[in-house]
């Protein structure tokens, strides 16, 4: 059974650009998480999907950050018109159903803004 | 708000010693209480998931404990080998399914 899949692994982006995260989540699972690492921080939830629907997104920052996760296809944390703070490890979880269900995480994407 | 607590912060520890890494948290509302140990560079791999009704979980050489009423859970590790050195995180989840995770504590075993 392959795990969580994110990709790209590692992402370089200079200052403005946009920048595409994408997560594929365990076979079976119909639930996905982001959430961020930022440098010396602690990891910190972004925003909650299921099959086209976004649960919570009260993590997520108002601004140049959007996430979709659609029908058919893996889940896009898209940050428009990057900035140097948004250079952090972005990670994906999933689970089979929400709340006592264990949730499984990805590598991770590590951006780098240039 | 809920938040995590871990301590302590770093550990170094012989090879064989047996160790206790503790986690408390604010609210006790919650659904469950996960451990998960971090590689450097790494993503998150879970050790061991605790649902609010149960006292503990084992695997192998961990055992983890939750006292929800008081805040607490603590994770054991039994003989502690070089390759246990990580950083441990443990997290919460309470309504709304997501996860608050503590800062963490970086595990040194030395051979």
């Given at each position: 059974n392959a795990g969580v899949?994110?990709?790209?692994?590692?992402?370089?982006?200079?200052?403005?650009?946009?920048?595409?995260?994408?997560?594929s989540p365990m076979k079976g699972h119909?639930?996905?998480?982001?959430?961020?690492?930022?440098?010396?921080?602690?990891?910190?939830?972004?925003?909650?999907?299921?099959?086209?629907?976004?649960?919570?997104?009260?993590?997520?920052?108002?601004?140049?950050?959007?996430?979709?996760?659609?029908?058919?296809?893996?889940?896009?944390?898209?940050?428009?018109?990057?900035?140097?703070?948004?250079?952090?490890?972005?990670?994906?979880?999933s689970?089979r159903?929400?709340?006592?269900?264990?949730?499984?995480?990805?590598?991770?994407?590590?951006?780098?803004?240039? | 708000?809920?938040?995590?607590?871990?301590?302590?912060?770093?550990?170094?520890?012989?090879?064989?010693?047996?160790?206790?890494?503790?986690?408390?948290?604010?609210?006790?509302?919650?659904?469950?209480?996960?451990?998960?140990?971090?590689?450097?560079?790494?993503?998150?791999?879970?050790?061991?998931?605790?649902?609010?009704?149960?006292?503990?979980?084992?695997?192998?050489?961990?055992?983890?404990?939750?006292?929800?009423?008081?805040?607490?859970?603590?994770?054991?590790?039994?003989?502690?080998?070089?390759?246990?050195?990580?950083?441990?995180?443990?997290?919460?989840?309470?309504?709304?399914?997501?996860?608050?995770?503590?800062?963490?504590?970086?595990?040194?075993?030395?051979?």
């Open positions: 899949m994110q990709n790209p692994r590692h992402l370089v982006r200079r200052r403005g650009q946009e920048a595409r995260l994408r997560c119909s639930h996905v998480y982001w959430y961020r690492q930022l440098p010396e921080e602690g990891l910190k939830f972004m925003v909650y999907l299921q099959k086209e629907n976004i649960i919570d997104e009260s993590g997520m920052p108002k601004e140049r950050f959007s996430a979709e996760f659609p029908k058919e296809g893996p889940s896009i944390l898209r940050i428009q018109q990057v900035v140097r703070g948004d250079s952090a490890a972005y990670f994906c979880a689970s159903e929400g709340g006592r269900q264990p949730q499984h995480f990805g590598d991770g994407t590590r951006l780098s803004i240039l | 708000k809920q938040e995590v607590t871990q301590i302590p912060a770093a550990l170094s520890v012989p090879e064989g010693e047996n160790l206790v890494l503790n986690c408390s948290f604010t609210d006790s509302a919650i659904y469950n209480l996960q451990w998960f140990r971090q590689d450097p560079g790494k993503g998150l791999t879970s050790l061991l998931l605790i649902q609010s009704s149960q006292r503990e979980q084992t695997s192998g050489r961990l055992n983890a404990s939750l006292d929800k009423s008081s805040g607490r859970s603590t994770l054991y590790i039994a003989a502690s080998q070089p390759g246990d050195s990580a950083t441990y995180l443990c997290a919460v989840v309470e309504y709304g399914n997501k996860l608050v995770f503590g800062a963490g504590t970086i595990l040194r075993v030395k051979s």
